[in-house]
T-cell receptor, first 114, second 117 residues
Framework: DGGITQSPKYLFRKEGQNVTLSCEQN?????MYWYRQDPGQGLRLIYYSQIVNDFQKGDIAEGYSVSREKKESFPLTVTSAQKNPTAFYLC?????????????FGPGTRLTVL | AQKITQTQPGMFVQEKEAVTLDCTYD???????LFWYKQPSSGEMIFLIYQGSYDQQNATEGRYSLNFQKARKSANLVISASQLGDSAMYFC??????????????FGQGTTLQVKP
């Protein structure tokens, strides 16, 4: 099956701990994105990567880090520097060639800081 | 500044009736795309419909149509013949195609739609 997988679905962490959210895709898409969604709100861009070994900060990158060592994978690390990390995190991919008219989203990871 | 505004936090519609969800946008770039996504309670984001700024006709996808009024900078979503499964949160989003295009989507705050039986 082609698609985007995010794991885990639910994640709990203690304050002061770093945690890494997984995002894997087998759609062969070049671009990948991480968004954060707070309750009752729209999505905000954390980081994005348009090609392997390259990534850029989005609108709310502080307290987060990413890597893009493989085309298929774009993990997001929520560090202890992120002041309010409890949120729903969505990973997305997009084709960069042709008329790429949509971004494909994964099922999301719900992170709760205890 | 680039911005999406959805002014309706919540909407109710009777099953089988049509409903319009409002979306206005702001950009100075002449080339952009407008999207609508549906987010059920499970959290996944489901793509519904796309309208390009240079498209001559309003986009339609099954029961979804986009009422694109460029001069007013509005891109309202019309759902015809509402079904109980349409109950969800709906997001309007914009992608600007200018130089340095990142593919980044700018989202509105969303509208929660509840379909009554």
């Amino acid at each position: 099956d082609g698609g985007i997988t995010q794991s885990p679905k639910y994640l709990f962490r203690k304050e002061g701990q770093n945690v890494t959210l997984s995002c894997e895709q087998n759609l062969n898409h070049d671009a990948m994105y991480w968004y954060r969604q707070d309750p009752g709100q729209g999505l905000r861009l954390i980081y994005y990567s348009q090609i392997v070994n390259d990534f850029q900060k989005g609108d709310i990158a502080e307290g987060y880090s990413v890597s893009r060592e493989k085309k298929e994978s774009f993990p997001l690390t929520v560090t202890s520097a992120q002041k309010n990390p409890t949120a729903f995190y969505l990973c997305a991919t997009q084709r960069t060639s042709g008329r790429a008219v949509e971004q494909f989203f994964g099922p999301g990871t719900r992170l709760t800081v205890l | 500044a680039q911005k999406i505004t959805q002014t309706q936090p919540g909407m109710f519609v009777q099953e089988k009736e049509a409903v319009t969800l409002d979306c206005t946008y702001d950009t100075s770039d002449p080339s952009y795309g407008l999207f609508w996504y549906k987010q059920p309670s499970s959290g996944e984001m489901i793509f519904l419909i796309y309208q390009g700024s240079y498209d001559q006709q309003n986009a339609t996808e099954g029961r979804y149509s986009l009422n694109f009024q460029k001069a007013r900078k509005s891109a309202n979503l019309v759902i015809s013949a509402s079904q109980l499964g349409d109950s969800a949160m709906y997001f309007c989003a914009m992608r600007v195609h200018g130089s340095g295009n990142t593919g980044k989507l700018i989202f509105g705050q969303g509208t929660t739609l509840q379909v009554k039986p």
